[in-house]
């Protein structure tokens, strides 16, 4: 399968993310919003492929937790937390040369709790659904 475009992304709305670390590794990331909705994403390449020749699971993890800590950052104005609880359920299997697309949202914010669901897609399929509860850190802590 042929592996999307630096230029496709950013003609369909895309910019890359600054990353650095783990993420640095199996990036770049590229987010847009749509409709006030926060899209993340990964373009699965051939780094990614699992013993199958299909994208590991722990890239779909890792866009899923990255998606739904990116979404808690923005509700709660808060820069830095930390995923306490992050539930992964594989549907299907990704491929590599498809557009992994995470799209988080909010379940309940408290002060100290942010509570989330994130849906990743590709190919317009499910092929993963994650559940992550983050915690409100103080600053720099």
């Not at 890239?59 to 990255?66: E, I, P, Y």
Request: net charge positive; charged share 20%; aromatic share 4%.
């Amino acid at each position: 399968m042929t592996e999307i475009t630096d230029e496709a992304l950013k003609a369909t709305g895309w910019t890359v993310m600054e990353t650095s670390g783990f993420l640095n590794l199996i990036g770049p990331l590229w987010h847009r919003a749509v409709n006030g909705n926060h899209e993340y994403a990964i373009s699965a390449q051939d780094k990614h492929h699992n013993r199958r020749g299909l994208v590991q699971g722990g890239v779909l993890m890792t866009l899923a937790d990255r998606a739904s800590g990116m979404i808690a950052r923005l509700v709660s104005g808060r820069p830095t937390l930390a995923t306490v609880q992050m539930d992964v359920h594989f549907i299907d299997s990704g491929k590599i040369g498809e557009l992994l697309i995470a799209t988080p949202r909010v379940v309940r914010a408290t002060r100290s709790l942010i509570f989330t669901t994130t849906e990743v897609t590709a190919g317009g399929r499910v092929v993963a659904t994650a559940s992550g509860v983050f915690k409100v850190l103080k600053d720099n802590s």
